[in-house]
């Protein structure tokens, strides 16, 4: 058994995570994975340079503002390519859709979800018309709608729930093409020495998504005995961040035009320095490609 660490860059990833190590997906395929703690962006790249971290959930703006400056991130797997996210008001607000948005304060969290909500505004002819803010201390970003201070927010499951259950109006709008949530992520130094466990490691992440997308009972039960990052969930919340997750999980994890195209444009926000890297540079998809081909993820549906 290939022991590796493939520690996560948010907590949102573990729902997923945990069903796919519950389910031994990883175990089967000869991987001893831990991934049940949190990295920084910094670490990340320090740690998987040095060999210490194999693989990284995560890093999804990072690696374009350091590629030219000799960073060798690379990207190799991608579970989702859509942002399932819902804009969150007080039912008082007079707010129905994003258009009426028009001169309101939008509260965000984090660098790459703050700058998905400014892309998503940006995109919606907006941006010169509202205020987005990262919403300051522990609180979630949709109690600052709750609270009076911030006029909306963009969540995703389980947070449009507990939103409602606080009186807030959730409003559905569409979904952004973005790279996000788990990302399987590595180094070209170890990718060139070690193929045989990157190999395992994708297979393991295909059998997790098959595994998430035809166990439906086992895996709500596994997110809600195991995922506390919101809070505890209860039958509702657990059912509704499963059948949200299993919607947009790819069964063949490649990363899709357009969100590449737009985290691109989101790094290239944060840093001009992203700029001077093509948008594929850190995309290699060919030993996913090699595991497709071979039939693998088709037998998973099989059964």
């Given at each position: 058994m290939d022991k590796v660490n493939f520690p996560y860059r948010s907590d949102s990833h573990l729902p997923f995570l945990h069903v796919v190590h519950e389910s031994g997906s990883w175990a089967k395929h000869g991987l001893d994975v831990n991934y049940d703690y949190e990295i920084t962006s910094a670490d990340s790249h320090a740690n998987v340079?040095?060999?210490?971290?194999?693989?990284?959930?995560?890093?999804?703006?990072?690696?374009?503002?350091?590629?030219?400056?000799?960073?060798?991130?690379?990207?190799?797997?991608?579970t989702v390519s859509l942002l399932n996210h819902r804009l969150i008001v007080r039912a008082d607000s007079g707010i129905n859709k994003v258009a009426d948005l028009k001169g309101k304060h939008i509260?965000?969290?984090?660098?790459?979800?703050?700058?998905?909500?400014?892309?998503?505004?940006?995109?919606?002819?907006?941006?010169?018309?509202?205020?987005?803010?990262?919403?300051?201390?522990?609180?979630?970003?949709?109690?600052?709608?709750?609270?009076?201070?911030?006029?909306?927010?963009?969540?995703?499951?389980?947070?449009?729930?507990?939103?409602?259950?606080?009186?807030?109006?959730?409003?559905?709008?569409?979904?952004?093409?973005?790279?996000?949530?788990?990302?399987?992520?590595?180094?070209?130094?170890?990718?060139?020495?070690?193929?045989?466990?990157?190999?395992?490691?994708?297979?393991?992440?295909?059998e997790g998504i098959a595994y998430f997308k035809t166990h439906r009972a086992e895996c709500i039960k596994i997110i809600k005995d195991k995922?506390?990052?919101?809070?505890e969930l209860d039958d509702e919340t657990a059912t509704h961040l499963y059948e949200d997750l299993k919607l947009i999980l790819q069964a063949k994890p490649y990363a899709t035009i357009p969100a590449i195209s737009n985290v691109y444009?989101?790094?290239?926000?944060?840093?001009?320095?992203?700029?001077?890297?093509?948008?594929?540079?850190?995309?290699?998809?060919?030993?996913?490609?090699?595991?497709?081909?071979?039939?693998?993820?088709?037998?998973?549906?099989?059964?």
């Open positions: 340079a040095n060999g210490s971290v194999e693989f990284v959930g995560g890093n999804h703006l990072s690696p374009y503002i350091r590629r030219p400056a000799g960073d060798k991130w690379v990207y190799l797997g991608q509260a965000t969290k984090g660098n790459h979800p703050g700058l998905n909500t400014w892309l998503f505004i940006k995109q919606a002819g907006l941006l010169n018309d509202c205020h987005v803010e990262k919403t300051k201390g522990s609180k979630f970003h949709w109690e600052a709608v709750r609270d009076g201070e911030a006029d909306a927010a963009f969540v995703t499951p389980p947070a449009d729930i507990l939103s409602k259950r606080a009186g807030l109006k959730v409003i559905d709008v569409s979904f952004l093409p973005m790279v996000w949530f788990t990302t399987v992520s590595s180094s070209s130094m170890f990718v060139e020495k070690h193929p045989d466990i990157v190999d395992k490691m994708l297979r393991g992440i295909c995922y506390k990052a919101e809070g444009e989101i790094a290239i926000e944060q840093n001009k320095a992203a700029e001077k890297c093509d948008p594929m540079a850190l995309w290699d998809f060919h030993h996913l490609r090699k595991i497709d081909d071979s039939g693998f993820i088709d037998n998973l549906y099989r059964t």
